[in-house]
């Protein structure tokens, strides 16, 4: 299994915390991930509100931990709360349900990390994340949906 690079993580970081501020956005923490949610970059803006890290990391280890982006992490949450509850415990408190965690899939749709962005709503954070990796070169679930590999972009 490939990793994404230092190169393509910092590509993610700088594209959305730039749409960030040419939006107007409140100030933005992200994270990538590699497999296994080992940090491979983190950019925390100034004025970036404490525990911004730890909500960002939250994001993308959900996303890495279910298969899918945090915000069907999110929709599961509300459907199936005792799943859920058990999940977040399961994973000593790290899974945060919230949108703003993305995969990041290669040209394959192979899963090379993740991204967790935090800051403003989880809907801008949740686009934010889609636009950083395509700003990249690389794929989003959504991008995936017709490869023919298994790819959640709806809830299950």
């Known amino acids: 299994m490939a990793n994404i690079t ?13 749409k960030g501020r040419a939006l107007g956005l409140r100030p933005l923490s992200v994270v990538v991930v590699e497999p296994g949610c080992i940090v491979k970059a983190f950019k925390k803006e ?8 730890e909500m960002a990391f939250g ?9 899918r982006s945090s915000d069907l992490v999110r929709q599961r949450a509300e459907h ?7 999940m977040i415990g399961a994973s000593r408190g790290q899974i945060f ?3 703003g965690g993305q995969l990041i899939r290669d040209v394959n749709g192979d ?6 962005v935090t800051g403003d709503t989880q809907e801008e954070d949740d686009e934010l994340a889609a636009h950083g990796i ?6 989003t679930d959504d991008d995936c949906a017709n490869l023919g590999t298994q ?3 709806t809830r299950d």
Not at 46 to 53: E, K, L, P, Q, T
Not at 59 to 67: E, I, M, N, T, V
Not at 80 to 86: I, L
């Open 46 to 53: 100034d004025g970036s509100a404490m525990m911004r890290f």
């Open 59 to 67: 994001k993308a280890y959900a996303s890495l931990a279910l298969g």
């Open 97 to 99: 349900p919230e949108g």
């Open 151 to 153: 790819i959640r972009v």
């Open 134 to 139: 395509k700003a990249a070169g690389l794929k």
């Open 80 to 86: 199936r709360p005792m799943f859920m509850e058990y």
């Open 6 to 18: 230092l190169q393509q993580a910092e590509s993610i970081i700088d594209a959305i915390i730039a």
């Open 111 to 116: 899963v090379i990390g993740a991204v967790g």
